[in-house]
Antibody
């Protein structure tokens, strides 16, 4: 059974750093792109970026380029999303999701999703 | 980036109704279009991909159509569990932009 299990909720102060995780199981982790999606409170879904764990090829949305870092450790089948300096506007639910199909280019829908990690940034 | 415009943003309907949600891309996306359902407090769930292909396990009352820049999601006979928010997403190119969502509420 394919599963993506995300790390737990975080409460941080502005300026702090944070790294959240997404552990994949039940499939070949290195063969599928993994993406991160932001959902701000009461708002829609935003595509942040994706990574191919097999070779760490990473693509970012221009809206998030330079604001976050996406990485993966294929030895433990885990993808990460990190911030070096959080802002209050980073308060949101963050989902990881797998792109369906073994594809070389990231042109596929998200077929499996993690349960979400709620990040709250407040002074 | 390709912009996805979804309409309506909200919709009230009754059990048994047929409803249609539309999604327009700012350029052609060659049927690289997915539809997701999201219920409160839950992760989105893939319903359809390639504009009209039903994901495994999704009821056949959900269907999709379209080509080029214009796509639709149709629910043939609404069930109580279908009241949720629906999103389209293009995956023709990165970033794989989402529509702004359609909240389907009980009338």
């Amino acid at each position: 059974e394919v599963q993506l299990v995300q790390s737990g909720a975080e409460v941080k102060k502005p300026g702090e750093s944070l790294k959240i995780s997404c552990k994949g199981s039940g499939y070949s982790f290195t063969s599928y792109w993994i993406g991160w999606v932001r959902q701000m409170p009461g708002k829609g879904l935003e595509w942040m970026g994706i990574i191919y764990p097999g070779d760490s090829d990473t693509r970012y949305s221009p809206s998030f380029q330079g604001q976050v870092t996406i990485s993966a450790d294929k030895s433990i089948s885990t993808a990460y999303l990190q911030w070096s300096s959080l802002k209050a506007s980073d308060t949101a639910m963050y989902y990881c999701a797998r792109l369906g199909g073994v594809v070389v280019v990231p042109a596929a829908p998200y077929d499996y999703w993690g349960q979400g990690t709620l990040v709250t940034v407040s002074s | 980036d390709i912009q996805m415009t979804q309409s309506p943003s909200s919709l009230s309907a009754s059990v048994g109704d047929r409803v249609t949600i539309t999604c327009r891309a700012s350029q052609g996306i060659s049927n690289s279009l997915a539809w997701y359902q999201q219920k409160p407090g839950k992760a989105p769930k893939l319903l359809l991909y390639a504009a009209s292909r039903l994901e495994s396990g999704v009821p056949s009352r959900f269907s999709g159509s379209g080509s080029g820049t214009d796509y639709t999601l149709t629910i043939s006979s609404l069930q109580p569990e279908d009241f949720a928010t629906y999103y389209c997403q293009q995956y023709y190119s990165t970033p794989g932009t989402f529509g702004q969502g359609t909240k389907l509420e009980i009338k």
